[in-house]
């Protein structure tokens, strides 16, 4: 399994951007699919992105398509959430996953987790 860290987590304005990170060890970082998941508070953890292991494709949740990019860079073992125009109701804890298989939206699927940072949007 790998060990998975993000970072990048933090407060901004409604309509502003960050960018997530999370660093993978181990070198078969390129053979996970990645994903990552965020929990708001009194919710269930929920699937916002993906990006496959074979041919970078991606997948994303309905609330987040347009605004969100998911993307990976096997040789530095991490992968990216772009997040713009930001909306209070991203507000969340962000964890990345991997799961040595293709693309699930299912937290079940994963076989490594992150141990998440948390987004804060104010509005």
């Known amino acids: 399994q790998v060990q998975l860290v993000e970072s990048g987590g933090g407060l901004v304005q409604a309509g502003g951007s960050l960018r997530l990170s999370c660093a993978a060890s181990?070198?078969?970082?390129?053979?996970?699919?990645m994903a990552w998941f965020r929990q708001a508070p009194g919710k269930e953890r929920e699937f916002v992105a993906s990006?496959?292991?074979?041919?970078?494709?991606?997948y994303y949740a309905d609330s987040v398509k347009g605004r969100f990019t998911i993307s990976r860079d096997n040789a530095k073992n991490t992968v990216y959430l772009q997040m713009n125009s930001l909306k209070p109701e991203d507000t969340a804890v962000y964890y990345c996953?991997?799961?040595?298989?293709?693309?699930?939206?299912?937290?079940?699927?994963?076989?490594?987790w992150g141990k998440g940072t948390l987004v804060t949007v104010s509005s």
């Open positions: 996953a991997a799961r040595w298989g293709g693309i699930s939206p299912s937290a079940d699927a994963m076989d490594s």
């Open positions: 181990g070198r078969t970082f390129s053979s996970y699919t």
């Open positions: 990006i496959r292991r074979s041919d970078d494709n991606t």
